[in-house]
């Protein structure tokens, strides 16, 4: 069955930067889009990135922009979220995503 495993969060100061994986398995990577959502506690999931099948179409939400770069390796089935210049409101459970399925979630705490 379809597993999307994530890993890479943890505890950063302010201006940091962490890299979240997220390693799928259960279904042929190479042919889907990838996503990465989050969720700050007592708050809606919302859209982090998105990266289509190919690697070269690439998008972000406005409150990430410049800041975040969602990238791919298909041969490893993993995607990347590289997280630069970390604010407080970053703080949140990260979750990788393909269309019906969800991982767990690794969570990401952004505090001096």
């Known amino acids: 069955q379809v597993q999307l495993v994530e890993s890479g969060g943890g505890l950063v100061q302010p201006g940091g930067s962490l890299r979240l994986s997220c390693a799928a398995s259960?279904?042929?990577?190479?042919?889907?889009?990838m996503n990465w959502y989050r969720q700050g506690q007592g708050k809606e999931r919302e859209f982090v990135a998105t990266i289509s099948w190919t690697g070269r179409y690439t998008n972000y939400a406005d409150s990430v922009k410049g800041r975040f770069t969602i990238s791919r390796d298909n041969a490893r089935n993993t995607v990347y979220l590289q997280m630069n210049n970390l604010k407080a409101e970053d703080t949140a459970v990260y979750y990788c995503n393909t269309p019906g399925h969800w991982g767990q979630g690794t969570q990401v705490t952004v505090s001096s």
């Open positions: 259960g279904f042929t990577f190479s042919n889907y889009g």
